[in-house]
């Protein structure tokens, strides 16, 4: 894909123009582990907000508002996140947990969940404040249940779309729908398709991020391997061991590199299940798709140009075309 619009989704932007009292100058250490943590992120949610806020003429100041906040707490779960699964790197820097010790890394989190809903509350939309909290809610409900999978060799792809729901897909479900509620158009069969099309993005994206760990469609050389060596199953994992005896699931789980996937499966059937997972995950984008089109007869006519927007998701997220 080389439609310049799908680039700019994966361009970073730099969103730090906080207001002074976010991060108070008298908080040193805080201030510098956020300019790490903010660094060299693309702010992909963000800028999907600002791109359907644009279909609704919202004021630049809501804008900003719903942009850092989804901002704010992506980054407190990447904080969170980093710490509970022990992981050195982010953004190929050192970790906030390793470079700031973990207490910092909790707190700074903390910090940022808590400077959300503050500055939400002086925005006044009480039914933004709640869903905002119900979002909050569901990631912390999906990270206890995906911990609660490390070391389950036998999970099913059912209980790993239930976790994604929670964490990845509730990230996106309020991209799509806060613009909407901070522009009160908060119709129930309107706000039902948005739901679905942010679960399915969410879906799309965290199946595409398991590729990456099995060095797929890996164009930015992320590390690979780490979800299977920390001892989590991730859709992909799950989907490559179906119908393997427990003597090759036994091997499967102590492979360490991507060579020995390959050894162990072969090279030709690891591509012949990647292109059957592929197929699995085109019946999403095309379920994404009827969702987009009956979005058209619910959007206003001022606004029916975001569903050609929002029809380029899938391929930037899944095939990580750009």
């Known amino acids: 894909m080389t439609d310049s619009f799908a680039k700019s989704y994966l361009l970073a932007m730099n969103l730090k123009v906080y207001a002074p009292d976010d991060f108070p100058s008298y908080l040193p250490k805080l201030n510098a ?26 004021k630049a100041d809501a804008v900003h508002l719903l942009a850092q906040t989804i901002e704010f707490i992506h980054n407190a779960s990447l904080l969170h996140d980093d710490l509970i699964d022990r992981s050195p790197l982010r953004r190929e820097k050192t970790a906030a947990w390793l470079k700031y010790t973990p207490e910092y890394a909790v707190l700074a989190g903390d910090y940022l969940l808590a400077r959300v809903m503050l500055n939400l509350s002086r925005y006044g939309n009480l039914a933004l404040i ?51 509620i901070a522009a009160k158009n908060e119709g129930v069969e309107l706000h039902n398709t948005l739901d679905e099309m942010g679960s399915l993005l969410g879906l799309l994206f965290q199946r595409s991020d398991d590729l990456l760990d099995f060095d797929v469609r890996n164009y930015e050389g992320k590390a690979v391997m780490g979800d299977l060596t920390s001892g989590y199953m991730n859709s992909f994992a799950t989907f490559l061991t179906r119908g393997m005896n427990e003597q090759r699931r036994t091997k499967f789980r102590e492979c360490k590199t991507i060579g020995e996937i390959h050894q162990l499966i ?29 979005l058209l007869r619910l959007l206003p006519s001022t606004a029916q140009g975001l569903v050609a927007e929002l029809k380029i998701l899938p391929g930037v997220l899944y095939w990580r075309k750009a």
């Open 33 to 58: 582990l956020y300019d790490d943590l903010f660094s060299h992120g693309k702010g992909f949610r963000a800028k999907l907000i600002q791109r359907i806020s644009a279909h609704l003429e919202l």
């Open 266 to 294: 072969g090279e030709a059937e690891f591509f012949k299940f990647l292109e059957e997972f592929d197929e699995h995950n085109k019946k999403v984008i095309r379920l994404y798709d009827h969702h987009a089109e009956n």
């Open 130 to 180: 709640q869903y905002t909290a119900e979002m909050i809610s569901n990631l912390l409900e999906g990270e206890w249940i995906q911990d609660s999978l490390i070391e389950d060799w036998d999970v099913s792809l059912t209980q790993l779309d239930r976790v994604h729901d929670l964490k990845t897909a509730s990230l996106f479900k309020w991209c799509m729908r806060a613009p909407f």
